[in-house]
């Protein structure tokens, strides 16, 4: 697989939530913080979002559609100079029926899902983007989210057998689908492997790390694959990626390690060598400086805990 199909794929992103929001008149809705991603597509009309890290109010027209990152506070509303009330009711009827109405709707309708990850360090994905990204209509790409769109609204206002799966599926392609409009269209990213991907070159040798882990990647090696000279891969990796090439390959080793830790049976010294480490103590000791715990400690840690959680768990000995 590519990078991002291999980071999605270890995070493993589920939707828990998908509806929409049909709304006339005035209206302005402050929706709280949220764990994971939001999607939201607007189908028809136009309406305003900010969110805190924006200067200004963001408007989206129809056919727009944007992504806002976990932890962000969200106000929806027809006109961003209204006063904002609490989101409460609308999130329970879109619970409920699928599709909350407010003032009759027919005016502005969006559909919208949440995501979280059940696999762990969701923060690989959630630290490389920014707090909102807009994928505006205007976009010749974005129109490939269009039947995919115009699919999840379908099946929000009309109950049919196997909906809830559909819909689940859509909305998956379309969180795919966006992180790459995003990817391609997006300019000025902050450091980190989102604007790896972009760079044909440092992608290549991206790719061959994710692609073969195992191996004894060097400088040189990679810097073949990507087709410039050791130097030149060297600088341009951690100009782009913020960290070299080898801490790079070493972090993505350990959170293989860590979901294999969590999910699998294998032994630490199988998952070792699996990852091109030639003794337990080695990878051990890289687990732990990544990690901040060692391999054994990580297995028998609560999915969700910290460090700091299984030291306040771990019993003292009595004297």
């Known amino acids: 697989m590519d990078p991002l199909s291999d980071v999605l794929s270890l ?35 136009v309406c ?12 989206f027209d129809e056919g727009d559609c944007f992504l806002l990152n976990s932890g962000q506070r969200f106000v929806l509303s027809s006109d961003p100079a209204l006063p904002p009330e609490d989101s409460g009711h ?3 009827a879109a619970a409920r029926d699928g599709v909350a109405v407010h003032n009759g709707g027919g005016e502005v309708f969006l559909i919208s899902g949440r995501f979280d990850f059940s696999g762990n360090h969701a923060a690989v994905l959630l630290d490389a983007l920014p707090p909102i990204i807009n994928i505006p209509k205007a976009s010749s790409q974005a129109q490939v989210l269009r039947w995919s769109l115009d699919q999840l609204a379908s099946e929000l206002r009309v109950q049919q057998p196997g909906g809830a799966l559909m819909s689940a599926h859509l909305v998956h392609l379309m969180l795919v689908q966006v992180l790459r409009l995003f990817m391609v269209a997006s300019s000025g990213l902050p450091k980190g492997w ?12 991206m790719g061959a790390m994710h692609a073969e882990p195992a191996r004894r990647w060097t400088l040189e090696g990679l810097a073949r694959v990507a087709g410039v000279s050791r130097t030149v891969f060297a600088q341009r990796f951690k100009t782009l990626v913020g960290r070299t090439a080898m801490d790079y390959l070493t972090r993505w080793r350990m959170l293989l390690a860590a979901d294999r830790l969590r999910t ?36 028998r840690r609560p999915p969700g805990s910290s460090p700091a959680d299984a030291k306040r768990r771990t019993p003292r000995r009595s004297t």
Do not use: N
Not at 194 to 205: E, H, K, N, V, Y
Not at 289 to 294: G, K, Q, T, V, Y
């Open 48 to 59: 305003w979002g900010f969110t805190d890290g924006l200067k200004h109010p963001v408007r």
């Open 90 to 92: 609308i999130m329970d």
């Open 11 to 45: 995070l493993k992103p589920r939707s828990q939530f998908y509806a929409g929001l049909d709304a006339a008149g005035d209206w302005s809705f402050d929706f709280p913080p949220h764990e994971g991603i939001k999607f939201t597509a607007v189908m028809r009309g």
């Open 264 to 299: 699998g049976s294998q032994s630490v010294s199988s998952i070792a060598f699996s990852l091109g480490y030639e003794s337990e103590s080695s990878f051990s000791t890289a687990f732990k400086r990544i990690m901040a715990c060692s391999p054994t400690q990580y297995r």
């Open 194 to 205: 989102f604007q790896g991907l972009t760079d044909r070159q440092i992608s290549l040798a």
